[in-house]
């Protein structure tokens, strides 16, 4: 590697760390014209691609964010993230059948995502396969049972099935978990402040 190309390739890990760092701070327009100039000089690098998708699914873009991620997907077809947040960004767009069959392909890569199984279990709810959803939920549960967004979606799942004490255990475990979501929960099922 010359120097010349060295240089430039620091400078692109610079500015993608900058972009990473704009969308932390949920700076994404800031973040979007790093990346914009990234993939201007770099149209094949995913990470770049992905990372413009994440700004753009904060930004609500979701079908900017779709065509990013169905590129990122192309140019890395074993990166399950990009997999994962595709079937999001589909479900989204209510295109459930197609986030099925995304989500599937995200699962024969990494069964123990738990991220692509909180995201299945959101599809299957919206289908209203509640059994499957469920199954999804655990799963999720069982692969990262401190997590907190599986718990959340067992919360969500609970409050679609009408089962309140259900819901109450999942809200005693988001109080250390998630403080705000276990406050939106007590404040809107429980009468609790």
């Not at 990013?68 to 947040?85: A, C, E, I, K």
Request: hydrophobic share 40%.
């Amino acid at each position: 590697m010359n120097d010349s190309s060295m240089t430039s390739s620091s400078s692109a890990s610079r500015r993608y760390d900058e972009a990473l760092l704009h969308i932390e701070r949920q700076e994404n327009e800031r973040a979007l014209e790093l990346l914009d100039g990234l993939l201007h000089d770099e149209p094949r690098d995913a990470r770049f691609r992905y990372a413009r998708a994440m700004a753009h699914i904060a930004m609500g873009t979701y079908r900017k964010a779709g065509c990013d991620l169905l590129r990122t997907v192309v140019l890395d077809p074993v990166f399950v993230p990009g997999w994962s947040h595709l079937g999001f960004v589909q479900l989204t767009l209510g295109k459930e059948e197609a986030a099925l069959k995304t989500l599937g392909r995200a699962l024969e890569l990494d069964p123990d995502s738990a991220e692509t199984w909180c995201v299945l279990g959101d599809v299957q709810l919206d289908l209203g396969e509640y059994d499957e959803a469920l199954k999804a939920f655990r799963r999720a549960l069982e692969l990262e049972p401190g997590s907190p967004e599986p718990h959340r979606k067992m919360a969500m799942y609970h409050v679609s099935r009408g089962d309140m004490k259900a819901l109450r255990g999942e809200y005693e475990q988001l109080k250390t978990l998630d403080a705000d979501m276990a406050a939106q929960i007590g404040n809107l099922f429980f009468d609790e402040q």
